[in-house]
């Protein structure tokens, strides 16, 4: 089943305490991304990554980093959470031209 | 990045209704894309329009595309309860990056 998958689903945190956020898919996509949601706010995209070592900032990437070592995976990091980065976060994933993105079922942050 | 508009914001109407929301664009596009989100899940891919294309169908779904008002329309038939959830739109450009509008919030009232 073609799917991504984001762990962990919910993850509340202190600030200051460094955490991963892991996003795996199947497809074989070239193409991965970060996303942040907030209320009122939509989609807003932080990092992505066009293939494997090749990332780039989206919108709103202050305070966070990713890496593309493998073309399934696309950790995104934060070194050091502050609560406005308490968010849903969802990763996303698709082959360009003309195909849809999948979607994890996203992760909601709490930072206090 | 942030390109589309939906509109309306929100959008409630009676079960059996149809309902219609519009998206709006900046630059030019490969395609067009709808999605549907279920109340802080992840979003799932409804319909796909290519620019060269002018509508399209898919069950109780129909979308169009107009790329010279840079607007497209979806349009959901027969209304039901299980319809509720959040619409976005998202376009395609020629660098493959998807570009996404706010959303329209859908509430479908028995």
């Known amino acids: 089943e073609a799917q991504v998958t984001q762990n962990p689903r919910y993850l509340i945190t202190v600030t200051g305490k460094k955490l991963t956020v892991t996003c795996s898919q199947n497809m074989n996509h070239e193409y991965m991304s970060w996303y942040r949601q907030d209320p009122g706010l939509g989609l807003r995209q932080i990092y992505y990554s066009m293939n494997v070592e090749v990332t780039d900032k989206g919108d709103v990437p202050e305070g966070y980093k990713v890496s593309r070592k493998e073309k399934r995976n696309f950790p995104l990091i934060l070194e050091s959470p502050s609560p406005n980065q308490t968010s849903l976060y969802f990763c996303?994933?698709?082959?360009?031209?003309?195909?849809?993105?999948?979607f994890g079922q996203g992760t909601r942050l709490t930072v206090v | 990045s942030q390109q589309g508009e939906e509109d309306p914001q929100a959008l409630s109407i009676q079960e059996g209704e149809n309902a219609t929301m519009n998206c709006s664009y900046k630059t030019s596009i490969n395609n067009l894309q709808w999605y549907r989100q279920n109340s802080g899940r992840g979003l799932v891919h409804l319909i796909l329009i290519r620019s060269n294309e002018r509508e399209k169908h898919s069950g109780r779904l129909r979308v169009t595309l107009d790329t010279s008002k840079k607007s497209s329309s979806l349009l959901i038939t027969a209304s039901r309860a299980a319809d509720t959830a959040s619409y976005f739109c998202?376009?395609?450009?020629?660098?493959?990056?998807?570009?996404w509008g706010a959303g329209t919030k859908l509430i479908i009232k028995p």
């Open positions: 996303a994933s698709f082959s360009p031209a003309n195909t849809e993105a999948f």
């Open positions: 998202a376009t395609e450009d020629s660098n493959y990056q998807l570009i």
